[in-house]
């Protein structure tokens, strides 16, 4: 899963930072050919209600990121042994449909080199849906893909501040983290 942030130094200058790391990581997913499978802020903009309440309640700390980050290097790693497991990602993502995250937990679930590559990193298939969507969202609002919140999405604006506060942090972990290259065929 493809996901980046966005933050701040100054205002734009850091949320730019972010910005641009998120389109690198995109383009070179893209450059992947089958690439890695990305839950990203499109994925959000549908009802967010549906599957989604622990997402939504989801307040993001460091060790979190890092656990989650992790997750994501062991799920790339998973990949380059096995490219069939893009697939199966690919095919969770789209069975997940419009059932948030309890849809993708269910996709993902039933993936068992994801699921190793999720526990390596201390988490649960739960806690990783849970996480990329939480983290997407705020990364979205960011990078203008997504509308700013309310102020009763407390949740969500705490982990906007928490990301525009450790951008140098995350953009170090973001930038040290294995992308997927293209597999032979």
């Known amino acids: 899963m493809a996901g980046v942030v ?31 499978p990305s839950f990203t802020d499109r994925d959000l903009a549908g009802d967010p209600a549906v599957g989604n309440g622990d997402a939504k309640n989801l307040v993001l700390t460091m060790p979190l990121i890092q656990q989650y980050l992790g997750a994501r290097a062991a799920i790339t790693r998973a990949i380059a042994q096995s490219p069939d497991v893009a697939r199966q990602m690919r ?13 993708l937990e269910r996709g993902y679930s039933a993936i068992p080199a994801l699921v190793d590559g999720i526990r390596s990193a201390r988490m649960t298939v739960r806690d990783f849906v849970v996480t990329e969507v939480a983290f997407m969202g705020a990364v979205g609002v960011l990078a203008g893909k997504l509308p700013p919140p309310p102020p009763s999405a407390k ?10 506060q450790h951008e140098p942090d995350i953009a170090a972990l973001l930038k040290d983290a294995p992308i997927q290259k293209e597999q032979p065929r």
Do not use: Y
């Not at 130094?9 to 890695?36: F, I, K, N």
């Not at 969770?92 to 849809?103: K, N, P, S, T, Y």
């Open 6 to 36: 966005i933050f701040t130094t100054g205002a734009s200058v850091s949320a730019q930072s972010l910005a641009d790391a998120a389109r690198r990581a995109e383009e070179q997913r893209q450059q992947s050919g089958s690439g890695t």
């Open 91 to 103: 095919d969770a993502l789209i069975g997940a449909g419009q059932q948030g995250v309890d849809g």
């Open 155 to 164: 949740a969500l604006n705490s982990n906007i501040e928490f990301l525009k």
